[in-house]
């Protein structure tokens, strides 16, 4: 099993940053790909973006210029950096792990106010 802890969630102005972070432990051999996904109230889970174990990334259309996945392999920890935060983007982030199975992480609020 893979077990996942996010942090750095919290409130931010419009256009302000924040910084998630996923600390992934347990059978962590078998991760393919980590991403982060955002779940918003009433509304589905959605795909933020993904990196795989070569470094390689993949972005929704919304976020590209604007958030930046990146892992540190020695900590076993991929993070989100978000900038220029909007509105419509409060939402509970969630880290996921994919590989021979899939793990979701617990979860960690965003909520930008304007």
């Known amino acids: 099993q893979v077990q996942l802890v996010e942090s750095g969630g919290g409130l931010v102005q419009v256009g302000g940053s924040l910084r998630l972070s996923c600390a992934a432990s347990?059978?962590?051999?078998?991760?393919?790909?980590m991403g982060w996904y955002r779940q918003a109230p009433g509304k589905q889970r959605e795909l933020v973006a993904l990196?795989?174990?070569?470094?390689?990334?993949n972005y929704e259309d919304s976020v590209k210029g604007r958030f930046t996945i990146s892992r540190d392999n020695a900590k076993n920890t991929v993070y989100l950096q978000m900038n220029n935060l909007k509105p419509e983007e409060t939402a509970v982030y969630y880290c996921?792990?994919?590989?021979?199975?899939?793990?979701w992480g617990q979860g960690t609020q965003v909520t930008v106010s304007s």
């Open positions: 990196i795989n174990s070569g470094g390689i990334t």
């Open positions: 347990g059978s962590i051999f078998s991760i393919n790909v």
């Open positions: 996921r792990s994919i590989g021979r199975h899939n793990y």
